[in-house]
C-alpha cells in the first residue's frame, strides 16, 4: 500500500501531466536548453499542493487546473490608465500577446530592447546567460514548480539590456480582453556596471497569468521596479521575480494590489556583491464583498557578501472576509558579515471576517549582523479615529486617512515622489470606491 507521502507525489505529478497535456510548449532557439532544464526540474517536483509547506495558507487548485477559469473582463471607467502622465517607453501585451499597433517603437527607447517570442528564432543571444538561470539558482532550498513551468512553457515577454541610465522609465501594460485566456510571460532584464532603470508594470495579463522576470544587477547598477496590479476582480495571478545584485548594486521593488481572486508574488532576491542593496516593499487592499480576494507575498533575500543591506516592508489593509499571507526569509550565509537586514509585515483589519497569517523567518550563519524581523495585526485605533471625529472629520475620511497613515511606510519605499504620489492616488481612489 503506498504510503501517504507517495500518494501525495502521485497527485503532484497527475496535476503535472494534465497542465502540460494542455499546453504547446515552444522547441528550438537559446533557449532550447534552458526550457529543457527547467521541464526536467518540473516533473521531478510536480505542481504543488496544499501540503507543501508553503502553500498551505494558498489553495493553488485553480493555478494547477489544465485550463484557465473564466474571468470577467474589467473596464476601469472611474480612473485615469495607468502611469499615462509621465514620460516613459510604453510597451503593451493584449492577453499575453505583444501589440505592435499600442506599443512605442522598441527600436528608439535608448536601451535594447527584444521580444522574447522573435529573439528565440536565433541560436545565440545576449540573454542566453540569463534565460531560466536565476530561476534555476532560486529552486534551493525551496521548490517554485510555477517559476519552471514558466521558463519551460513561456511564450513571450522582454530582453532588456541597459548599459548606461535609461532615459524614461520602461512601461509593460498588460491589458485583459479575453475571458479565458491563460498568459505566461518571461521578461530577463540585465543591467551592467553602472547601469540604471526604472521599470513600470501594470494591468492584469489575462484572465490567469504567470509572469517570471529575471533581473541581473551588475556592479554599481541600479535597478527600480513598480508594479501596479490591476483592479481586476476574477483573475489569478502568480508572479516571481529573480534577482542577483552585484558589488554596490541596488535593486529596489514595490508592488501594489487591489482586488484579484487569487494572487500570489514571490521574489527572491540573491546579494552576491559586497555593499549591495536590495529593497522589497508591497501594498495591497482588499475587499471581499464582491468575490474573494486572497493575496499572497512570499520572499526571500540570501545575503552572501559583506556590508548587505535588505529591507522588507509589507502592508495589507483587509475587509469582508479577504485574506492576506506574508512568508518572508532573511538567510545570512557564513562570512556574510555586517548584513542589515530588516523585515516587517503588518496587516489592517477593517472587521472581523478577514483574516492575516505570516510567517516570518530568520537564518543566520555570521556572528557580527543587525537583523530583525516582526509582524503585527490589528484593527483600526479606536482612540485615533475618536480624536479625527470629535474635530468634525467624517467617519468615513477618517478611516480613510488612517489606512493611507498605515500604508505610509511600504509606499514610502518609492524613491521617485512623483511615482510614489501616483500609486497614493490609486490607494486614495480605491478607498473611495470601497468606503463602508
Keep these: 500500500m503506498a504510503t501517504a507521502k507517495e500518494r501525495n507525489l502521485a497527485l503532484k505529478a497527475d496535476a503535472l501531466d494534465a497542465r502540460l497535456a494542455a499546453m504547446d510548449l515552444p522547441k528550438g532557439g537559446f533557449t532550447a536548453t534552458a526550457r529543457a532544464d527547467a521541464l526536467a526540474r518540473l516533473k521531478a517536483m510536480g505542481l504543488p499542493g496544499r501540503r507543501d509547506e508553503y502553500w498551505r495558507w494558498t489553495n493553488p487548485t485553480a493555478l494547477n487546473a489544465p485550463e484557465a477559469p ?20 510604453r510597451l503593451v501585451f493584449v492577453d499575453g500577446v505583444f501589440s505592435e499597433d499600442l506599443s512605442d517603437d522598441l527600436v528608439n527607447t535608448g536601451v535594447e530592447i527584444s521580444r522574447l517570442a522573435e529573439a528565440d528564432a536565433a541560436d545565440i543571444h545576449w540573454a542566453q546567460s540569463l534565460y531560466g538561470k536565476l530561476e534555476a539558482d532560486g529552486q534551493k532550498p525551496v521548490d517554485r514548480p510555477y517559476a519552471a513551468l514558466n521558463t519551460a512553457a513561456a511564450t513571450d515577454g522582454l530582453l532588456i539590456k541597459v548599459t548606461g541610465q535609461a532615459a524614461k522609465p520602461v512601461h509593460i501594460d498588460y491589458l485583459h480582453e479575453d475571458t479565458t485566456s491563460d498568459a505566461i510571460l518571461h521578461h530577463v532584464v540585465k543591467l551592467e556596471e553602472g547601469a540604471e532603470i526604472t521599470l513600470l508594470e501594470s494591468g492584469a495579463a489575462a484572465a490567469r497569468f504567470s509572469i517570471v522576470t529575471e533581473v541581473d544587477v551588475a556592479k554599481g547598477a541600479k535597478f527600480h521596479h513598480i508594479r501596479v496590479q490591476g483592479r481586476s ?3 489569478l495571478a502568480n508572479t516571481h521575480i529573480f534577482t542577483r545584485v552585484g558589488e554596490e548594486g541596488l535593486f529596489k521593488s514595490f508592488t501594489m494590489t487591489s482586488n484579484g481572486q487569487l494572487t500570489r508574488n514571490e521574489c527572491v532576491i540573491d546579494i552576491v556583491g559586497d555593499n549591495a542593496m536590495a529593497h522589497v516593499a508591497g501594498a495591497a487592499v482588499g475587499d471581499g464583498r464582491k468575490g474573494p480576494f486572497h493575496h499572497d507575498d512570499t520572499v526571500f533575500i540570501t545575503h552572501g557578501a559583506l556590508n548587505g543591506e535588505s529591507r522588507q516592508v509589507f502592508k495589507k ?9 506574508f512568508q518572508g526569509k532573511i538567510l545570512v550565509k557564513e562570512g556574510a558579515q555586517k548584513t542589515d537586514g530588516y523585515q516587517i509585515s503588518q496587516s489592517l483589519l477593517l472587521d472581523g471576517d478577514s483574516q492575516f497569517l ?8 555570521a556572528d557580527d549582523v543587525a537583523c530583525s524581523h516582526g509582524s503585527t495585526t490589528g484593527a483600526i485605533d479606536e482612540t485615533a479615529l475618536f480624536y479625527l471625529r470629535s474635530r468634525g472629520v467624517p467617519k ?3 478611516v480613510n486617512l488612517l489606512v493611507l497613515s498605515f500604508m ?20 486614495e481612489g480605491w478607498l473611495a470606491r470601497h468606503a463602508s
Excluded: C, H, W
Design 396 to 398: 468615513g475620511i477618517a
Design 317 to 325: 489593509v483587509l475587509k469582508n472576509g479577504a485574506q492576506g499571507i
Design 358 to 365: 505570516a510567517k516570518p523567518e530568520l537564518e543566520i550563519y
Design 233 to 235: 476582480q476574477e483573475r
Design 70 to 89: 473564466e474571468a470577467a473582463i474589467f473596464n476601469p471607467k472611474d480612473e485615469r490608465a495607468n502611469f499615462d502622465t509621465f514620460e516613459r517607453v
Design 408 to 427: 505610509a511606510d511600504a509606499v514610502e519605499e518609492i524613491e521617485d515622489e512623483a511615482l510614489r504620489d501616483d500609486v497614493l492616488s490609486r490607494l
